[in-house]
Each structure stands twice: as C-alpha cells, then as structure tokens.
C-alpha cells in the first residue's frame, strides 16, 4: 500500500476553523491510513494553535527552512533551479496546480519554474470525490508536491500520475516501472521520489520483486537519484488485505531496494520560529492511531547486505536494512498542507490540514537532493554509498537521532499485539538509519562525497 499519509484535521472551531466531512478510509489500500476527524483549518493555523486545538504541533514551509537549516544555502542562491524533481503517485490530483497557488501565496514561496503532469503509462480514470481511494491518491500527491516544492522552491516540479493504484503485491507496479523509465529515458528529472511501497511478504515470491527493479537500474545507470518511504508501520506492515497487520517484523518494498535510498521518519519538536526545542526523535504515533504509526525500518527479507552498508555490519547483519536517513514524519509535528474541494473528497471542506508519514519524509528529501545537485552542477545520481562514507565523518552535516524506537503496540482481531522493532541509538540503527541532516552542511559534503 502506499506509505501511508497520516492526517490530523482540527477538532474545534477556534483558530480559523471550519467544519467539513471528509471521505472515510476505505478498506482498500491507500496512503490514507486515517483522518482523526472531519474538521479543516479555513486558515494556515500556528503551532500553538493546533497544540491548543488538537493537543498536536503543526509546521509550515518557513519552520522547515529554519529547522533544516536551509537559509544559508537559500542566501547563496541554491533553491534547486534548473532542477526537476518528479514525484510518482496512482491518479494524481485534478487540482494540484490552483491547490499549490494557494500554498504558495499563503507562505510567501514563489510559484515553481515549472509544474508539469504527464501520463506516461496511460491516461489515468476521471477523478470520482466519492472514491475514497482516488482521494487519498490525491491528498498524497497534494502533500508530495507541496512539500518537495517548499523545500527546493526553484525548482520544477514534474507530477508523474500512473492509471492503476499501488496497492500490495505486484499491483500498479508495472505502471510505475513504465511511467518512471519514461521519466528517466527522456532525462526529465534528476530525482523522483516515491511516495509509496509494498510488503516484501505480499509479493508472489522474490523473482516478482526483481522483475520490477529495471527503472532503478536505469535510474543508477543515467545517474537519477531515486528515494522511496521506509512505510509507516513501525516494525510491521500491511498484509494483503490492506486491513491487518503482521505480527512479526516485516519490511517494504521499493524501500528495501539497494538502489533505492530509503527514507525513514523523525518527529520534530520545533517552536513557531522553527528552533529545536529538543533533538529529533524517531517518529512513532501508534498510541494516537490505536494501530501502528511509527517510522518503518528492518532488515530486508529478499535483499542481502549492499557493500555500502558494511560499514553497518554489525547491525543490519546479513540483509539490507533500511531506513538510510530519516526527514520529518511524525502527525503529532506534521506539515500544513492545503487541500482544495475535490481532494477533500465528496462532503469534504476545502482547507489546511495536518499530514505526516514517512510520505512526507522522501518530498522533503527531494527537495534537498534538488539543491544539492544544484550546488553540485551535475547529477548526482545513486547516493547510498556518499551517505555511508559521509555519516563516518566527523562534521558531515548528518545528525544522528538517538532516542525513539520503531516497536509497535496495537490492538487486532481482538487481541493486543507488540512487534518489536528497533531503538534509535549513537550511529546507524533501523529506526532511523544514519539520522536527520543540517542541510547548511549535508549539502556540500553530500556534493563532495559524490564526487
């Protein structure tokens, strides 16, 4: 299923608010994991606003400059121009392009050099508000392109909408394949980010998952950086069925991809200017879901241990473990997105809501690999093994999240069920991999450990 978007909408009527019904989550898979409520924000709320009305932080684009560290690169004129980052996602939004002149104009951020759509595996089916999946579809794709854009504002953005929605297993995959070697053949974008994964264990068998991997081997050999959610159940993940849970350690693909870079989710604890009030920890609201909400990451189970994570041994054993690095996913810290009529869905309201997930996690990466690769003046392509090298580095711009852990704790068929996962620790660990980044100082270390 794709990796979930989690979103907390306002529960009282202060602050702007404005009551409005939103579209159900359906039992078929989808980014949406869940709406805590039906209320929307008719204006972009401030933190203490939503900790006062939901008991939850929220964060807008100028937070996320200040707490990435951003503003130094932004003073030097790296902002991503002359960039394309393409963000992938099942149907897309009909209303993107008036959704992201909303955004912009409410935050300050210039409109995009460029914003293109492309169908390139077949036209996507006329959007239905009342079909949830499509909603959530489109409220992944609203937080997916919002947020790629507030971190890289110069930036193009291309949205690359595929006509068959990801689910588990194999299913949309041969969609996402096509439309992404589209992307990469014509040399469209320098990064794509992936929104979405699979559990390893709802695929037919391995062979089904290696048989899908040829746009990341494009990909590494035209040198295109591609980033995908390390999911958003903790330690689990979604069976088949979309509905439950495992109850052992499970992982997702293309996360768990080699050549994919897997990026896991932190929370934030930030004041309205956007400082630290304390450290990043690993993001985990299972306790406000009542069913797992926490950053993804173990040990693959059809991935051996890539040679740049041998410096990780120790810890990932034989297998390839993921995340790599860790952006803001938390919902209890998440970001403002605007949401017009149609991506609010049928008795919907349009307005701004609170998003998370590790969904979240790979736009905001994006848009550091746009700068980067703006700073670099040629793509930078595969990154993993640059990360490895760099987060042994004294002074790399890689910071690591040291408290927090990935277990999950959750109630299913009646009984309650812990899957133990990981806790964060000094150095790499499968919670949030090698850490968070200061982008003042990831970004030309980045560059320079590219080569």
Known sequence: MGASVLAATATLGGGGAAAGTAVAPSPTPVPLLREISHVAFAAPPTTAQCEQQLGIACYDPAQYHVAYDLGPLYSQGYAGRGQTIAIVDSFGSPTIASQLAVFDKAFGLPAPPSLKIIQPAGAVPPFDPNNSTMVGWAQETSLDVEYSHAIAPD????????????????????????????????????????????????FPNAQSIFRLRGAFINAQRQHVTVLASSGDGGATDSEANGTDYYLTPVNSWPSTDPLVTSMGGTQMHLNQAGQHLQPDTVWNDTNMFNSPAASGGNPSAVFARPSFQDSVSSYVGASRGTPDLSMSAAVNGGALVYLSQDAAGAGGTPGWYIFGGTSEASPLFAGVVAIATQYAGHNLGWINPALYKLASQPGSGIVDVTAGTNTVTFAQNGSEHTVYGHDAAVGYDEASGLGTIDAAVFVPNLVKAVG
């Open 155 to 202: 930036a193009n953005i291309l949205l690359v909408e595929t006509p068959v929605a990801e689910t588990e297993g194999v299913t949309g995959f041969p969609q996402i394949v096509e439309a992404e070697n589209y992307v990469i053949n014509n040399h469209m974008a320098q990064v794509i980010s992936q929104s979405f994964g699979a559990t390893e264990e709802t």
